[in-house]
């Protein structure tokens, strides 16, 4: 899928601004209670996050609802 393919989620839990030390798999644990659930807000992020490993200060992450990816609700 390429970038111009993404269609960004409208149900969102929150937007998360990142702050120094910030990682998807802490947000995951904050919002789904689940740490391993970081690849979700990876996926709705697809246009802004190449690396998981690379998010910065100031960056602004989508956190998703899980249902709003076909997902089972939290």
């Known amino acids: 899928m390429g970038p111009w393919d993404f269609v960004p989620p409208t149900e969102l839990v929150t937007i998360e ?40 200060p100031g960056q602004e992450i989508r956190i998703p609802r899980r249902t709003g990816f076909g997902l089972s609700s939290i």
């Open 17 to 56: 601004k990142v702050k120094m030390g910030d990682s998807l798999s802490a947000y995951a644990l904050r919002h789904y209670g689940d740490l391993q659930l970081w690849p979700e807000i990876l996926a709705a992020n697809r246009d802004t996050i190449d690396d998981p490993d690379e998010i910065f």
